[in-house]
């Protein structure tokens, strides 16, 4: 699987924000985001998928229906982690944020890697399989603050696999807040990227 960094970022930044985009996407548009939310000093980060997709199937299809893919990709977000730490900025200061596609697999990662992070936002998403597999997410977030919101209903993303997301979140020590919204359809509206900027990007 190719795909390509773009750092963004400025070089004496002390706090890092990775991007990943949803399907269809890359990472000029999802770092086009950053302009609503609060992180003009943070280093920017934006990992694209090749052909614009991270994995090919739905995220509710089973794993191996998505491998190799999946677990090229989320590679590739363990190695943007890997080069933010060797940049100078601690794991404590790196903040996520996806939609989509980019959401689920954020989630993902970051519940299969769950340590103290800056805060996490998933725009539209949730933990991916046909259900949850608990065994793979391990670690302790140790109070991160996560923010998670999504339409209801939502042609991609299902609310009950919203809420079984939370719940893992929960359960691995996050601080999350979630916000199911009525009829809103498969966008990000003003209101959660205002949430996201109070909860995580204070």
Known sequence: METKIINSGKSNASKALILLHGRGSNASDILSLAHHLNVKDFALYAPEALNGSWYPQSFLAKPEENEPWLSASLKLVSKTVAQIVKDGISKENIYFAGFS??????????????????????????LIGNRIYEENYSGNFEGTPIFIGSSNPDFHVPVERVYATTNILKNLGATVTEKIYDNVGHTIIADEIERANDLIFN
């Open 101 to 126: 596609q980019g959401a689920c697999l954020v989630a993902e990662y970051t519940s299969r890697h769950a340590t103290k992070y800056g805060g996490i936002a998933i725009f539209t998403g949730g």
